[in-house]
């Protein structure tokens, strides 16, 4: 890109991934907490997260490593070996906090519990009789929780058709039918959670790649290629489906074509800036 274009970029730029200004992300996410979702991390704590993994990938990817690409050589450095294939994605996870962690893992969560890698969760019965002592209130699933695995649940025999292995999505459809007579409070919000754990580390890292994009430590097309990196190595760490479309679509622009009344106003701009 030329000096004019590259500005045109950057001033293009409307920062979708600083969350606190980003409408649209704050509004999905009040609204699928308004559904039911709980929440285990705050908005700064997801700007930390995009920041750390902006900042990684920068680390990762330097400025004099994608020169050499270019064709621009640092004879001074020409000693020094490149550190990207030891920075791996389980490097990263390792230096996020334990919250970050778990959402760039995204497993199943429950009230009754974490124990790695197991969760439990309670299915009550409904209409118990009070005067019967030997009557357990309760029943409690164990599952894996990154996989979702039902691990134990012979104690609902009685309402399930099969004792072949399922996970809780399976769980549920098969109880669904005796919902008169088991509470499945529980087993819902934890799917529910799951899927929209599943959703906010999409966004989240969509964002991440954006910052990249626009990072102003670099040039346009550098961004864009520690972002498509980036897209690249977690879909294929974490068999995420991340897409480049908007990247591309970002990066592609005629960013010199302005029409005559912005480009005037663009050079008055500069020459009260210049005076």
């Given amino acids: 890109m030329t000096i004019y274009e590259t500005e045109r970029f950057y001033e293009q730029d409307n920062k979708k991934y600083e969350i606190e200004k980003n409408k649209d992300f704050l509004n999905w996410y009040k609204d699928i907490i308004s559904k039911g979702y709980h929440p285990f991390m705050k908005t700064n704590e997801l700007q930390q997260l995009i920041d750390n993994i902006v900042n990684w990938y920068e680390l990762k990817y330097p400025e004099k490593e994608l020169e050499y690409f270019e064709g621009i050589s640092h004879t ?31 497993g199943y969560r429950a009230k009754g519990g974490k124990q790695y890698p197991y969760i439990c969760i309670h299915i009550s019965k409904k209409n118990i009789n009070k005067n019967d002592f030997n009557e357990i209130p309760y029943y409690i699933i164990e599952a894996n929780c990154i996989n979702g695995k039902v691990l134990n649940a012979y104690e609902l025999d009685e309402y399930l058709n099969s004792k072949k292995n ?4 399976k769980l549920l459809s098969r109880l669904n039918k005796y919902s008169d007579k088991l509470d499945l409070t529980e087993l819902k919000e934890s799917i529910f959670d799951y899927k929209c754990d599943n959703e906010l580390r999409n966004k989240v890292l969509q964002l991440a790649a954006l910052k990249l994009l626009y990072s102003k430590n670099t040039i346009p097309n550098r961004g864009y290629e520690r972002a498509k990196r980036f897209i690249n190595e977690f879909n294929k760490n974490l068999s995420l489906t991340l897409s480049i479309e908007e990247i591309d679509e970002i990066i592609q622009r005629d960013y010199n074509n302005e029409d005559s009344e912005d480009k005037k106003t663009s050079n008055q701009k500069k020459l009260i800036k210049n005076f």
């Fill in 166 to 169: 399922f996970d809780l999505n």
């Fill in 76 to 106: 001074k450095f020409k000693d020094i070996k490149s550190i990207s294939n030891v920075m791996t994605l389980r490097q990263l996870l390792f230096r996020l906090s334990n919250k970050q962690n778990f959402l760039m893992e995204c």
